[in-house]
């Protein structure tokens, strides 16, 4: 299956780098924004369950909850990476629908959304995507429908195994890059490479690092669709952006996001604004993807 969602330096966890190394092609439907239809109006946040919704000044996950009719504790729970203290207005929060459900040790089930995968679906709650697909038997992984509910079971990959579920396959061979992706612009006006594409002492893959300055605003490196613009755990805010020719470009790090998911952008279209790490620095974390495949950034960029 073609899927789309998705890091740090040796000390994060390799969780991390996993959840942004899934970043695959097709998707659920059309990929759309937050369906905050009470932005428009002015409106409170009502009939939001089931919605993405952007968290306003006074907002609170209790507040939020009691809006939409569903305990706190399962909006919680359908929002792993936020941390309930440290809302930020803008912060984009996933209310679930009446039919949705997230028990502690789960399965959980979950109503399909606008973009969604298998893959996707299985890395926002730290599930294994071989046990997703192995709950949901009958469920075609390349035919995902918009409301369609799945159960997403928690934990590791050790029982999916013991009952025979398949091994995720390898992607396909893209192919050699076009001749027309090359000579990119770099994502940021001002970096420094700290750290370029390639293997660890450890082996594992880490995507290119680049250092800039306060309040640097990432760009499109080529004209796409953004694929994904949300939170990821260990990742801060992310945006995926899909190009011509099976290539994707990854931004994560961010403090700020600055586009929607399903919105249309154009080489240089400011995607988000580069956050500050703990140590007081500002990096970007930058990757580069050929058929869902990491590639050197390098290999198109001037």
Request: aromatic fraction near 4%.
């Amino acid at each position: 299956m073609a899927q789309c969602p998705v890091a740090g330096k040796g000390r994060r966890p390799r969780f991390a780098l996993i959840l942004l190394f899934t970043l695959l092609a097709g998707c659920a439907g059309q990929p759309s924004t937050s369906s905050d239809a009470s932005e428009a109006t002015g409106a409170p946040h009502a009939g939001i369950a089931g919605d993405w919704i952007s968290i306003r000044r006074g907002d609170t996950l209790g507040n939020i909850a009691q809006r939409a009719e569903v305990p706190l504790v399962r909006l919680q729970r359908f929002n792993p990476g936020i941390d309930p203290r440290g809302l930020a207005v803008g912060q984009r929060v996933l209310v679930p629908g009446q039919r949705e459900r997230a028990p502690s040790g789960g399965p959980y089930r979950y109503q399909i959304r606008p973009g969604d995968t298998f893959t996707s679906v299985a890395r926002r709650f730290g599930a294994d995507p071989g046990r997703v697909v192995a709950a949901n038997p009958g469920v075609s992984a390349t035919d995902l429908k918009v409301g369609q509910l799945i159960q997403v079971p928690l934990g590791g990959t050790g029982t999916s195994a013991s009952r025979g579920s398949p091994t995720p396959t390898r992607l396909p061979d893209p192919g050699t890059v076009p001749d027309d992706a090359k000579g990119w612009p770099w994502p940021l006006d001002d970096y420094d490479v700290t750290r370029r594409f390639g293997k660890d002492a450890h082996g594992t893959l880490q995507p290119m690092l680049l250092a800039t300055g306060k309040e640097a605003r990432a760009k499109a490196v080529a004209d796409g669709q953004v694929r994904f613009a949300n939170s990821m755990r260990q990742l801060g805010q992310v945006v995926i952006v899909h190009h011509p020719d099976n290539l994707q470009s990854v931004y994560a790090r961010c403090a700020r996001l600055l586009v929607d998911s399903g919105q249309d952008v154009e080489r240089g279209t400011p995607l988000c604004v580069v956050d500050q790490t703990t140590d007081g620095r500002h990096e970007l974390l930058f990757d580069m993807r050929h058929g869902g495949k990491p590639m050197d950034p390098l290999d198109v960029l001037r």
